[in-house]
């Protein structure tokens, strides 16, 4: 079996794995659903639009369930006290993705420009919010939440819901969702042709130009004006978790520490450029699966640079810097982990060689002859 300590370090990999793999997975039909009424000009356009995603949305959404339950799994510190302090900001994003399912299959229901144009307006709402508030919260993550601990470990969270929209905060909101929609603008490039496919190159190029803009301030913002967190006392990571047993205080330029001290972690946040600029120049080229495949580069190379900058931090807080919650002590018990590690070994090959082969079935352009030849079956 493996040892507490790397199975701590790998379920802090695993989780990342799964938040890249929803980024990737979901992230490009809520980038398509927000492009919805932009690219779309009349309802067949639409039609099409919709149902490059149509066979697959809904299998997506194992992405977002399985990033909620590993956390909750793996570390039930992180969970009890995110799912605490964010309490509204997580029901925003339920009530942003109810539109969805119901947008889907309700829409096409009655041959009405009224009735399909509000659901056009659900989906892309239901689309566009959610990313931007895990872009809100992962900037909160980096300035610190404001929560603690007492002497019995119950979390106390002393924060509002409007203190989470501050203006670093806001600009990761706009980092996530200028990332998804060039995603979703590469796919819907891959999978349509004509005015959509214009319209959906012209959205890749711009947003992917946005998202690397924005993160580059972002980062800017970070390393000049925000103080990170730095554990200062003996750390054992085989321990039993107990957040209370550490000392941490904050500093200008902490978040810093880790490039530092492993100089080969710069090529987490180089990723995202590289990946950045081949999505863009490769969408230029008409290289859709190609583009598809260095935007997701781009997307885990911003969602790694967060991860690669707070290591050992999960959830940092700003009113009592000890109570933070780290790698080592916001885990489950060995055995858990264990547990978790073999049937993740296990099942998600599974899962991504089904995805994979449901994927290559369902490839093929969408068009709007194939939407009237089909009128009666599509979204």
């Given at each position: 079996m493996l040892d507490y300590s790397t199975l701590k370090l790998i379920w802090w990999l695993l989780v990342g794995v799964l938040l890249v793999g929803f980024a990737v997975m979901d992230g490009h039909?809520?980038?398509?659903?927000?492009?919805l009424p932009f690219v779309g000009r009349g309802d067949d356009e639409r039609r099409v639009v919709i149902n490059t995603v149509g066979p697959h949305w809904d299998g997506n959404q194992v992405w977002f369930i399985t990033g909620g339950g590993a956390i909750f799994a793996a570390w039930p510190f992180v969970y009890a006290t995110a799912f605490s302090g964010f309490y509204w900001a997580m029901l925003a994003v339920l009530w942003a993705l109810f539109f969805r399912p119901v947008g889907f299959d309700y829409r096409s229901k009655i041959d009405n420009p009224t009735w399909r144009k509000t659901w056009d307006i659900g989906i892309f709402v239901g689309s566009f919010v959610p990313p931007v508030?895990?872009?809100?919260?992962?900037?909160?993550?980096?300035?610190?939440?404001?929560?603690?601990?007492d002497d019995n470990l119950l979390s106390h969270y002393t924060g509002t819901f409007?203190?989470?929209?501050?203006?670093?905060?806001?600009?990761?909101?706009?980092?996530?969702?200028?990332?998804?929609i060039c995603h979703g603008a590469v796919y819907l490039?891959?999978?349509?042709?004509?005015?959509v496919q214009r319209r959906a190159r012209a959205a890749a190029v711009i947003f992917g130009i946005a998202a690397l803009i924005l993160f580059s301030l972002a980062g800017v913002w970070l390393v000049h004006g925000i103080d990170g967190y730095r554990i200062t006392s003996a750390l054992d990571p085989a321990e039993l978790p107990n957040p209370l047993v550490k000392a941490v205080v904050r500093a200008p330029g902490a978040w810093l520490d880790n490039y530092h001290k492993m100089p080969i972690t710069m090529a987490v946040p180089a990723l995202a450029y590289i990946g950045g600029i081949a999505a863009i120049v490769l969408?230029?080229?008409?290289?859709?699966?190609?583009?598809?495949?260095?935007?997701?580069?781009m997307m885990a190379g911003i969602i790694g640079t967060a991860g690669v900058s707070m290591f050992p931090f999960v959830m940092p807080s700003s009113s009592d810097p000890a109570s933070s919650l780290t790698v080592w002590d916001s885990t489950s018990s060995h055995m858990t982990l264990a547990i978790m590690f073999w049937v993740a070994?296990?099942?998600?090959?599974?899962?991504?060689?089904?995805?994979?082969?449901?994927?290559?079935?369902m490839r093929g352009k969408v068009t709007v002859d194939y939407i009237e030849r089909n009128k009666n079956s599509l979204y």
């Open positions: 039909d809520m980038g398509v659903g927000t492009l508030i895990f872009g809100v919260a992962f900037g909160n993550l980096l300035q610190g939440v404001p929560f603690h601990f409007w203190a989470l929209l501050n203006p670093f905060a806001l600009v990761c909101g706009l980092v996530s969702s200028a990332m998804i490039m891959h999978r349509t042709e004509g005015d969408v230029q080229a008409e290289r859709t699966l190609c583009a598809f495949v260095a935007s997701s580069l070994v296990i099942f998600v090959p599974i899962i991504l060689a089904y995805t994979s082969w449901a994927y290559r079935v």
